[in-house]
């Protein structure tokens, strides 16, 4: 029986490492706080491997072949792909994964109904590779990597990914041996990207969002509609992720680590652990 030790959710984006004047000093400080926070709690809890649940940027995943979930599954992958374009202001590595757990639950969800797309080669996007930056920069935690279509109408329902978060922690919890394993969730909160509302921040949205996570209700954000999401912003369904995480973690409080509308990173920005 492995223990699921610890979960951790953050935004993700790339301000943090490559545009921090853009943002209030004192909130990109506090926010950087914050990854510390959580990076303690990584190495306090010690995980043997940890699944890392992301949207993506239509860098790996396009329309033509488009899953709703997609877990990795290889000794380890690599990122940031966007680094291949342009200097980024963090590191190219490559990051080790468990590919033994990957397997085991890419075939127990086939046999139950959770039918996970699999890639067996990927370089990740800044979703994934700016929190491992900040918080396992040595990629001490093997990582399994798990896209959430976040971005690609039609997505996954967040009652679809609550359920995906549930089952992943009943699964884990049936592995057949001993391990402990974490979950990372990155993305969101409220934001948008690309459209004239690029910039708006949601703070009643992502106010009530980290409210119904710290109060153990994931149902609430188990009844969130695309329309709801697509409200407070067109990049804000990336809370999908969050979702996957308190469904694993259904019944109990998240804590909150670091909540601030940062205007120039255009995003509410914000972090939780759950111990
Ligand atoms: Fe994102």
Redesign the pocket.
Known sequence: MAELCLGLATS??AHIVNARDAGDSAKVAAFDAGYARLAAALREAAPDACLIVS?E?VNKFFIDNMPAFCMGLFESFSGPVESKARDVGYPWREVPSDPGLARYLIERGLDEGVDWAVSEFWEVDH?MMVPLHKLDPEGRVPMIPVFVNCASAPMPSTRRCFAVGRWLAEAIADWPGSRRVGIVAT?GLSHSVGTLDQGRIDVAFDEWFLDRLCAGDGEALAGLGDAEMMEAGS?TG?VRSWIVLAGAFAGRRAERVFYAPIEGFDTGCAQAVYR
């Open positions: 993700h984006l949207a940027h979703g993305g990049s990336e």
